[in-house]
């Protein structure tokens, strides 16, 4: 395959353009996972890389910023949301150790399936045999915890680096709020974002989402961002 994007194949998945390393909020702890994850996308990596993080924790928006980020650099990839697994077939592995960047999403999602399985741990001995193509995969829980069957599988994984995606803090999450409203013209008060933290779902997704409702409200309105007229628009 020497497809450049996800686009270009038959997956039912795309690259979302606002989910890049300049737009990820990394919490204490992740600097050294991006700078491995940049150095990944760039092929200066010697390793696979194993992340992991509970859902909505920030590992899709990471795998997006490493495909994207290795587009930039005309390095040839491929990202796969195993999360799909069931509508797509394990031949999709074969002969993608061609390209010069995989991103697998979600790799839990086909653990206990053998012929999964078997498909991903043949992949990764043909990625071993190659000089220019690295591995990132992500899944919920560690290597020996996500349940794989397959104990050369976990063997594989475990060759390379494994890290695990550490949370942001609420005031974290403030910050990044109030970067976003920023951005946007807006002004989020911390007394404001406390009470989003509060009354919303904590991931960075779903807040910054309900922080892009509130703008397109505001401005049809013509009212600043306040707790009463949160309360209004949000039906809380």
Not at 194 to 207: E, G, N, S, V, Y
């Amino acid at each position: 395959m020497t497809q450049n994007s996800p686009k270009q194949l038959s997956l039912p998945v795309y690259l979302p353009d606002d989910e890049t390393f300049q737009s990820y909020y990394p919490a204490v702890g992740n600097d050294e996972l991006i700078q491995k994850l940049q150095a990944a996308a760039e092929g200066s990596l010697a390793s696979s890389l194993y992340l992991y993080g509970p859902v909505k924790s920030g590992r899709t928006h990471l795998m997006h910023a490493a495909c994207a980020y290795a587009n930039d650099l005309e390095r040839r990839t491929l990202y796969i949301p195993l999360g799909i697994h069931a509508s797509i077939s394990p031949e999709l592995f074969e002969g993608i150790e061609s390209l010069q960047l995989i991103c697998i999403d979600d790799i839990d999602a086909i653990a206990g399936h053998p012929i999964w399985e078997e498909a991903l741990f043949h992949l990764y001995n043909r990625i071993e045999e190659q000089q220019d193509c690295r591995l990132i995969v992500s899944g919920t829980s560690s290597p020996t915890e996500a349940g794989f069957a397959l104990p050369d599988l976990i063997s594989r994984m475990q060759w390379g680096l494994i890290y695990q995606l550490q949370p942001m803090a609420d005031e974290e999450k403030l910050v990044a709020l109030q970067r976003r409203a920023a951005m946007r013209g807006l002004q989020l008060s911390d007394e404001v974002g406390r009470f989003l933290l509060t009354r919303m779902a904590r991931d960075l997704r779903t807040l910054f989402d309900v922080l892009d409702k509130l703008d397109k409200a505001s401005m049809v309105h013509q009212r600043k961002l306040t707790i009463p007229f949160i309360k209004e628009m949000l039906r809380l």
